[in-house]
């Protein structure tokens, strides 16, 4: 049996590092927001033959410099062309150069998304991270209220939005290199990503923690609280690891051949579980026992 409680202080100086290097680059550089959370153009054109490529639609374009610029397949014959400018002259510039190169276009809409509106909807969409976490975190410690030994119930919900936390920080602080280097920008498909792995990580989390009540209730009050635990994550770890795999293997596959659409929707969910994944292993249950150990410490 693997012990790995016994690494629990090596699995924080890593994900310490992390956390603060993801953090920092958050403050430095922060996230660069695509047209959800900017304001900017939505554009769909249709074609009456082949629909061409998105570079090639990109290249037509380039001399425009438009920023944020996305352009994504439709169903139809049709194409979505995003940027981030609301200027009726811009439109009509965008416009010309399609109809110039391609023949058989029309324009099917123009929409405007608004300044103020897309605000609002940064604000919204991290006020539901913010709740979902809380709404975990109350549940965990509801689900767990007939364990209060050696740990009260509360603790569970804590460890595990801890965890949660580190996640979606990493994630978060990938996205925010990434953005800074390359370019990448994040909307609502990046929020999605995150809800998603907060719903992925916990599910992970409350596996071990559900074994570590069945153990602690099946068990003897003499077995020391660290052992219980590590045998619960030995229980469980192959079929948390093997889940985990799976759904990388999927979404692996997703981010090489899905199309640009949803390629760093995937790649969020890709580091997310990863992280996830571990975190669940190395830090959610660890915190149970730090926790117990620092109660232990003050009473005597």
Do not use: C
Request: proline fraction near 1%; charged fraction near 15%.
């Amino acid at each position: 049996m693997l012990n790995i409680i016994s690494k629990t202080k090596y699995a924080y100086i890593f994900s310490g590092i992390l956390t603060i290097l993801s953090l920092a680059s958050l403050l430095v550089w922060g996230l660069k927001y695509d047209t959800d959370f900017t304001g900017g153009t939505l554009m769909e054109v249709k074609f009456a033959n082949t629909v061409p490529a998105s570079q090639e639609i990109s290249d037509t374009l380039a001399e425009m410099k438009l920023d944020s610029l996305t352009i994504q397949a439709s169903a139809g014959n049709s194409v979505l062309i995003r940027y981030a400018a609301d200027d009726d002259k811009i439109n009509d510039t965008v416009w010309k150069a399609l109809s110039a190169k391609y023949s058989d276009a029309t324009q099917s809409q123009v929409d405007f998304v608004n300044s103020s509106v897309s605000k609002e909807l940064k604000k919204n969409s991290f006020n539901a991270l913010g709740l979902a976490i809380a709404a975990i975190m109350a549940y965990i410690a509801w689900a767990f209220r007939k364990v209060s030994r050696p740990v009260q119930s509360w603790k569970y919900g804590a460890g595990a939005v801890i965890a949660l936390a580190h996640d979606v920080i990493i994630t978060a602080g990938v996205f925010s290199v990434l953005g800074h280097f390359y370019g990448i920008k994040v909307g609502i498909p990046f929020i999605a990503a995150l809800l998603t792995i907060l719903g992925f990580s916990v599910h992970d989390t409350i596996v071990v923690y559900d074994r570590t009540r069945e153990n602690l209730l099946r068990g003897s009050s003499k077995e020391p609280f660290a052992e219980v635990v590590n045998r619960s994550l030995n229980e469980t770890m192959v079929r948390s690891i093997n889940t985990s795999m799976t759904v990388i293997v999927t979404l692996l596959a997703i981010y090489l051949f899905g199309g640009a659409s949803i390629k760093y929707f995937s790649l969020a969910l890709l580091v997310g579980v990863t992280f996830g994944t571990y975190s669940s292993i190395f830090i959610a249950s660890a915190l149970l026992v730090t926790s117990y150990d620092l109660t232990m410490k003050y009473r005597k």
